[in-house]
């Protein structure tokens, strides 16, 4: 708890007891959380040329201590030895509940095999649902597995080092993990 003393400047020997002391206040940190994330793929197996449709999703924890996680970021780096197709925002990300209550698509940065989705941010007890798909190319071979998996890296800060001005008149200047960085 923090609490607040008042004292009284003077000369005298020892130093005055307190005035007043306020009452102990609590302030409760909030974070975001997104423990949950997961892969699947659809059909789990196949011949060259067939499509497979990968279904990633994840979510905001949804508790007293949780906060909306901000610039949150999709990265999964298919195999070569498949086809990516592009994404449609429109269709193939979902919120739970609707976005933009939810949560807030910014832009699909992929590239190649290279799937980046960015989220500007994602509100507590939100979840995502993102679909995309993959030609298997004619270089695959019968019986090979081709794996890969789903990253999603995330901020507890909006912008690069918080909202400036924030409530309180000051802002991070620090970077990410500095000691007047974001944590």
Do not use: Q, R
């Given at each position: 708890g923090n609490t607040f003393q008042a004292f009284i400047n003077t000369a005298s020997t020892p130093a005055p007891a307190a005035l007043f002391t306020s009452n102990t206040i609590n302030v409760q940190i909030a974070e975001p959380a997104i423990t949950n994330l997961a892969k699947t793929v659809n059909p789990a197996s196949g011949d060259a040329g067939d499509q497979v449709e990968y279904t990633v999703t994840f979510s905001n924890v949804t508790s007293v201590n949780a906060s909306p996680a901000y610039d949150v970021v999709l990265t999964d780096n298919v195999p070569a030895?498949?086809?990516?197709?592009?994404?449609?925002?429109?269709?193939?990300?979902?919120?739970?509940?609707?976005?933009?209550?939810?949560?807030?698509?910014?832009?699909?940065?992929?590239?190649?095999?290279?799937?980046?989705?960015i989220f500007t941010s994602l509100n507590s007890g939100c979840a995502v649902s993102v679909k995309y798909r993959a030609t298997l190319q004619t270089s695959v071979i019968p019986g090979e597995i081709l794996t890969n998996n789903a990253v999603v890296n995330y901020s507890s800060l909006p912008l690069t080092t918080g909202t400036t001005p924030n409530p309180t008149g000051s802002n991070t200047p620090g970077g990410a993990g500095s000691a007047t960085g974001e944590r």
């Open positions: 030895k498949m086809t990516v197709l592009p994404i449609n925002p429109a269709t193939d990300i979902t919120f739970t509940p609707a976005a933009p209550a939810c949560g807030v698509f910014s832009s699909d940065t992929s590239s190649g095999n290279t799937i980046t989705l």
